[in-house]
């Protein structure tokens, strides 16, 4: 239970401090890349605010649900806290992991959400930051880097995808 959010069912950010590491060494040392994908709710204080916070739970539970259907077992979906969330694809191009994250915005984008008598949908921005090469990164850096992305995302009109001006991946 240490390693899980009580609330989502996913990973948390103790258990993504143990993966992480061990996974980004194994990118340097077999040379295949690694992306880091952070995920935020557009506008979830809103929801909070006008539906309560049962209505936010039910929102958070079913992105972290979205995130378990669609990612393979060898990513890892943790909640970070409140409303983000990360990702991390090892084993994928460019072009997959957009994919991917493309993937789970528009099944999220498409979600109907019911609290009382309305009827509601929500989107997620995202932002990328991607590895590859001999000397593995420091989690909390390439973490900073993909959430530099996402705040890039937010500020470009949010619902979208954002990767790091300077990935070489």
Not at 81 to 108: C, N, S
Not at 125 to 133: I, K, Q, R
Request: glycine share 8%; hydrophobic share 45%.
């Amino acid at each position: 239970m240490a390693l899980t959010d009580a609330l989502t069912g996913l990973p948390n950010r103790r258990a993504l401090d143990v993966w992480a590491p061990r996974q980004l060494s194994a990118a340097a040392r077999h040379d295949f890349a690694i992306w880091v994908v952070m995920a935020d709710l557009d506008l979830f204080k809103k929801v909070n605010d006008t539906y309560g916070h049962d209505a936010g739970d039910t929102v958070l539970k079913s992105f972290a649900e979205i995130l378990k259907v669609i990612t393979r077992q060898s990513n890892i979906c943790a909640r970070l806290g409140g409303e983000e969330f990360l990702v991390m694809f090892p084993h994928a191009d460019k072009k997959g992991a957009q994919t991917a994250v493309e993937r789970i915005r528009k099944q999220f984008e498409s979600k109907k959400f019911t609290f009382g008598n309305n009827t509601v949908t929500l989107t997620a921005s995202f932002g990328v930051a991607g590895f590859c090469g001999t000397k593995p990164p420091d989690l909390n850096a390439l973490v900073a880097r993909a959430d530099t992305a996402l705040y890039a995302a937010k500020h470009n009109g949010r619902n979208r995808i954002e990767f790091e001006l300077d990935s070489g991946v």
